[in-house]
């Protein structure tokens, strides 16, 4: 129920930040506090899990999801209340919907929500470093997905210029953690479960993939000083993989990870 009320009130704020979107002058001050609402209230039903289950609420599907849809949420207030220019509206409305999908699909077939303790392997404080620090990451890499569709659809050249920057930072802030959560917590938590570092398991995979994709990014964008069209357009790219990693490997491509 915790969690329905937090999805009513994430469509609550997406319609009053739709009204505004395209308003000029004063800023719409009352949806990021509704979304802060609804991540404080989704950080309850996580802790409620938590108790349940006698672990950290992160081994399955439905608590990642939780989990990403609190982080969403909370990212939102963050973005509404730091970034004060006009062109930054789309910014939380664009994050907005991606927590209301995120929990959408958690209340959806494909993420049952049992509460059931968790298996030995998953019972490990690496884990809850690995999947937390990955999915922190990939909540700045979906701020930075959203610039570099605002920066490709901009229509003067400073704008292009300040979505770039947004763009850049975004990713420079998710690039480290989620390297140390993916890569370095991930490598720790499968030698202590598995005896193994790396096994080229389908979602290790897909998780170097999306890391060489950023690192792409960041080399090009930091090293060659190159801000170009193709820039956003990986960043993109990234996102795209890094979801295929959470959602589609989870279906498509059996392997150790596919209880989370």
């Known amino acids: 129920m915790i969690a329905t009320f937090a999805f009513v009130l994430l469509?609550?704020?997406?319609?009053?930040?739709?009204?505004?979107?395209?308003?000029?002058?004063?800023?719409?001050?009352?949806?990021?506090?509704?979304?802060?609402?609804?991540?404080?209230l989704l950080a309850v039903t996580v802790v409620q899990r938590s108790i349940a289950i006698q672990f950290f609420a992160l081994t399955n599907l439905y608590e990642s999801l939780l989990f990403l849809s609190m982080l969403a949420a909370l990212m939102v207030f963050a973005l509404a209340k730091l970034r004060q220019t006009a062109d930054?509206?789309?910014?939380?409305?664009?994050?907005?919907?991606?927590?209301?999908?995120?929990?959408?699909i958690a209340s959806s077939p494909l993420a049952p929500s049992d509460i059931r303790p968790p298996v030995p392997a998953l019972q490990s404080g690496w884990l809850v470093l690995h999947v937390s620090f990955t999915f922190i990451g990939e909540i700045f890499f979906a701020?930075?997905?959203?610039?570099?569709?605002?920066?490709?659809?901009?229509?003067?050249?400073?704008?292009?210029?300040?979505?770039?920057?947004?763009?850049?930072?975004?990713?420079?802030?998710?690039y480290p953690i989620f390297t140390a959560g993916?890569?370095?917590?991930?490598?720790?938590?499968?030698?202590?479960?598995?005896?193994?570092?790396?096994?080229?398991?389908?979602k290790e995979t897909w998780a170097l993939i999306t890391w060489l994709t950023y690192t792409a990014y960041l080399h090009f964008r930091l090293v060659r000083k190159n801000t170009s069209r193709v820039m956003p357009v990986l960043v993109i790219l990234g996102f795209l993989i890094a979801m295929f990693t959470f959602f589609g490997v989870n279906f498509l491509l059996r392997g150790l990870h596919s209880y989370v």
């Open 182 to 202: 993916a890569l370095v917590f991930g490598a720790i938590w499968a030698e202590n479960a598995w005896g193994r570092w790396w096994g080229w398991d389908p």
């Open 88 to 104: 930054s509206k789309a910014l939380p409305f664009a994050l907005n919907i991606i927590a209301i999908i995120f929990l959408a």
């Open 11 to 40: 469509v609550l704020s997406q319609v009053l930040q739709g009204i505004w979107l395209f308003r000029t002058g004063a800023r719409e001050r009352v949806s990021p506090w509704v979304s802060l609402a609804a991540g404080l």
């Open 143 to 174: 701020v930075g997905l959203v610039t570099a569709i605002l920066q490709l659809a901009a229509k003067d050249e400073e704008q292009r210029r300040r979505f770039d920057r947004l763009t850049y930072t975004s990713i420079a802030i998710g």
